[in-house]
């Protein structure tokens, strides 16, 4: 595939998605982005759980965005980047 597929949550689970859009794939690639690390979510958990990682980034936050409307980042921010299955 040339590129990545951007696809709304409300489209369906991980799994309807994957097999919607990349169902002859013999390996999918999730990224797990800055949103994963504003505070008051589950931090993507359910997304990553049992995925095995292919890369990872970690470095310290700076509030970004309007706080107020986005939260908080988490201290330290991890962009990383998970296969599937």
């Not at 590129?3 to 999918?28: F, M, N, Q, T, W």
Request: aromatic share 14%; hydrophobic share 30%.
């Amino acid at each position: 595939m040339p590129s990545p597929i951007l696809v709304r949550e409300s489209e369906g689970s991980l799994d309807e998605v994957i097999a919607r859009y990349a169902k002859d794939a013999s390996c999918v690639r999730l990224y797990y982005g800055g949103d994963c690390n504003i505070t008051y979510t589950d931090h993507c958990r359910q997304f990553v759980e049992g995925r095995p990682l292919i890369d990872e980034k970690r470095f310290w936050s700076r509030p970004y965005g309007n706080t107020a409307d986005y939260g908080y980042g988490e201290p330290e921010i991890v962009l990383a980047t998970y296969a599937w299955p």
